[in-house]
């Protein structure tokens, strides 16, 4: 949920993602789920040229699973807000693990 | 409890290494990561190994790009391993 989170912090920022076949998006982030799943609006193609097939691509729906990286803004990012809320996530006495640690 | 994800823990904050699929490096300060590795990073740099090999001679010719980014999310399921910072003292 961490992430989820992360990139609702994001929502109207322009971002570029980066497919795992190479294709690279910019757009405005307009919303993400779970699954980080990503609609992108004012979509522009990198690298047009080799992808003549999306050069009429506007808006789209990016499936999580194909995304290799989101590149951001760094202005964009609280980093300290961002470490934060990963340590607290990932803390040890955080989750269900304890139920299958021996009671003493 | 000790877990292999207690590396990365303490690793917030700090440069770390991470080896991605299709001969990808990473070097950056990490900033968020998850229980599927999916991470922020910031001053990226990816290193982009490729090889080739030339046709008369069958020689490999092994050429590396690099490129810098500012701050980048990387999905998790293309890492292969994280290293934490190498400390030199």
Same mark, same amino acid.
Request: glycine residues 6%; hydrophobic residues 35%.
């Given at each position: 949920?961490?992430?989820?989170?992360?990139?609702?912090?994001?929502?109207?920022?322009?971002?570029?993602?980066?497919?795992?076949?190479?294709?690279?998006?910019?757009?405005?982030?307009?919303?993400?789920?779970?699954?980080?799943? /990503?609609?992108?609006?004012? *979509?522009?193609? =990198?690298?047009? &040229?080799?992808?003549?097939?999306? $050069?009429? !691509?506007?808006?789209?729906? /990016?499936?999580?699973?194909? *995304?290799?990286? =989101?590149?951001? &803004?760094?202005?964009?990012?609280? $980093?300290? !807000?961002?470490?934060?809320?990963?340590?607290?996530?990932?803390?040890?006495? =955080?989750?269900?693990?304890?139920?299958?640690?021996?009671?003493? | 409890?000790?877990?292999?994800?207690?590396?990365?823990?303490?690793?917030?904050?700090?440069?770390?290494?991470?080896?991605?699929?299709?001969?990808?490096?990473?070097?950056?300060?990490?900033?968020?990561?998850?229980?599927?590795?999916?991470?922020?990073?910031?001053?990226?740099?990816?290193?982009?190994?490729?090889?080739?090999?030339?046709?008369?001679?069958?020689?490999?010719?092994?050429?590396?790009?690099?490129?810098?980014?500012?701050?980048?999310?990387?999905?998790?399921?293309?890492?292969?391993?994280?290293?934490?910072?190498?400390?030199?003292?």
């Amino acid at each position: 949920m961490l992430f989820y989170s992360f990139f609702k912090t994001l929502v109207g920022k322009e971002v570029a993602v980066e497919l795992k076949n190479d294709v690279i998006l910019t757009g405005t982030l307009h919303s993400v789920d779970q699954y980080l799943n /990503i609609k992108l609006l004012t *979509v522009n193609v =990198v690298n047009q &040229d080799r992808y003549p097939q999306l $050069t009429s !691509l506007k808006n789209c729906f /990016i499936r999580g699973s194909v *995304v290799r990286y =989101v590149q951001i &803004d760094p202005k964009d990012v609280d $980093t300290e !807000l961002l470490q934060d809320a990963t340590r607290k996530e990932n803390s040890p006495q =955080v989750g269900g693990g304890a139920l299958m640690e021996d009671k003493k | 409890m000790e877990e292999p994800l207690d590396l990365i823990r303490l690793s917030i904050d700090e440069r770390v290494y991470v080896k991605c699929r299709n001969d990808r490096e990473l070097r950056g300060r990490l900033h968020a990561y998850d229980q599927h590795l999916n991470m922020v990073l910031s001053d990226v740099e990816e290193t982009i190994t490729t090889t080739e090999e030339d046709e008369e001679t069958g020689e490999e010719i092994v050429s590396k790009k690099t490129r810098s980014v500012g701050m980048l999310f990387v999905r998790g399921d293309i890492i292969v391993l994280v290293s934490p910072p190498l400390r030199t003292s």
